[in-house]
């Protein structure tokens, strides 16, 4: 557990904020780059961070609170890393749900408190919440999700090796969300801008076009055991790598039921390995944050 303050705060669109938080702390907050998770904590009214557990077995600690005492807890992406500073980015999504980090998002300043759960650079195990985990010997790749994706995405992008193609697609609320990112593979990156349209209308056909021209035909599988984002959580993440390399490594999240229709087209109907895709619904349309 890391006790933060929000150092400064830079409006990088009109639907991302970016929060620089700093604290002596995050000097051993491992830099791991690519779609790294953690966990932003955030102050509750009257009570701030004083009844929030830490040390062994806080998360079971943490659920047990009242509701009044329990600090609101949501997974976001380590952006960037900067342990000789102590700070640590945060690319926060400007969501008009009225959920909680939304809320907070809205009136933060600069000197408020907050905690953040991640990897620790002193640990030598392995930390988790790494999910872009490619084969060896992955020569291209598609990557692809809605805007709670974006930071994950160029995060991956900005640790990709030369030697790698493939395709990026990121689908944005607006033209004005379209971010500037860097990376040294040979991948196609493009943006696709809502613009008032309906969620995964450009993502879905572009994936489909973008799997046509780097996946060669394969056999699909006889059956398919699909997902009920309603009722459960769609995380399909492959925890071991297909017995051989197959053409393409894939990983595509945001909106549950948009990486529902992605999975299917995948797996069931272009007969993609699922050891070799990362499917992660990072929410749900419709369901409210609570």
């Known amino acids: ?48 961070l004083s009844h929030l557990p830490t040390g062994p077995g806080w998360y079971m600690r943490w659920r047990e609170l009242d509701e009044d005492k329990r600090n ?32 907070w998002a809205e009136q933060v300043r600069p000197g408020d408190v907050a905690a953040l759960f991640g990897p620790d650079a002193r640990y030598e195990g392995p930390h988790g919440g790494l999910e872009f985990r490619p084969p060896a010997g992955t020569g291209c790749v598609l990557l692809a999700g809605d805007e709670t994706a974006v930071p994950a995405i160029c995060g991956v992008l900005e640790r990709l090796p030369a030697e790698l193609a493939g395709e990026v697609l990121m689908e944005v609320p ?18 696709l801008a809502r613009n008032g349209g309906e969620r995964g209308a450009d993502l879905v056909p572009a994936v489909r076009a973008a799997a046509g021209r780097l996946l060669p035909p394969l056999p699909v599988p006889d059956t398919f055991d699909d997902v009920d984002v309603d009722a459960e959580e769609l995380w399909e993440v492959p925890q071991e790598e297909p017995p051989s390399y197959g053409p ?43």
Do not use: C
């Open 248 to 290: 393409l490594y894939a990983w595509l999240a945001g909106e549950a039921s948009v990486i529902r229709t992605l999975r299917r087209h995948l797996v069931a109907e272009r007969g993609m390995d699922r050891r070799a895709v990362a499917f992660m619904g990072y929410w749900r349309e419709g369901r409210a944050e609570n």
């Open 174 to 191: 607006g033209e004005d969300d379209v971010l500037p990112v860097d990376t040294a593979a040979s991948v196609k990156v493009t943006w």
């Open 1 to 48: 557990m890391f006790n933060v303050r929000v150092d400064r705060l830079e409006r990088l669109s009109p639907s991302f904020l970016r929060v620089t938080f700093q604290g002596d702390d995050l000097r051993v907050f491992a830099d791991n780059g690519y779609d790294q998770r953690l966990k932003l904590i955030l102050p509750v009214p009257e009570h701030g």
């Open 72 to 103: 609101p807890m949501r997974t976001y992406t380590a952006r960037l890393v900067r342990p000789e500073a102590g700070e640590v980015d945060v690319d926060v999504v400007m969501h008009p749900d009225g959920g909680p980090v939304a809320r």
